[in-house]
């Protein structure tokens, strides 16, 4: 059975740093595009950062700049460096298939991210 396993969230202060991983089992990680996603409370669920199967990524316009997405297919696992945080990256951070809507893997637990002083 495919699954997705984020870590690395936690309470962090305004302008601080996180890396989040999200280690996915099976075969089929290398040929895929990933891509983190995040769902604040009373918010739906929003894309973060993608990454191809080749490397290439993109980023939502909020968090151009500050967070980088990379990949080890090596590893099975894509990360998601988050710097500079604000108090509005405070989510739960999931990562998934890009899109998300032809993605083989279900959602996974995900990971709280909360950005306060």
């Known amino acids: 059975q495919v699954q997705l396993v984020e870590s690395g969230g936690g309470l962090v202060q305004p302008g601080g740093s996180l890396r989040l991983s999200c280690a996915v089992s099976?075969?089929?990680?290398?040929?895929?595009?990933m891509g983190w996603y995040r769902q604040a409370p009373g918010k739906q669920r929003e894309l973060v950062a993608s990454?191809?199967?080749?490397?290439?990524?993109d980023f939502a316009d909020g968090v151009k700049g500050r967070f980088t997405i990379s990949r080890d297919n090596a590893k099975n696992t894509v990360y998601l460096q988050m710097n500079s945080l604000k108090p509005e990256d405070t989510a739960v951070y999931y990562c998934?298939?890009?899109?998300?809507?032809?993605?083989?893997?279900?959602w996974g637990q995900g990971t709280q991210v909360t950005v306060s002083s």
């Open positions: 990454i191809g199967s080749h490397g290439q990524t």
């Open positions: 998934n298939g890009f899109p998300a809507y032809a993605s083989p893997y279900s």
């Open positions: 099976g075969s089929i990680f290398s040929i895929y595009a």
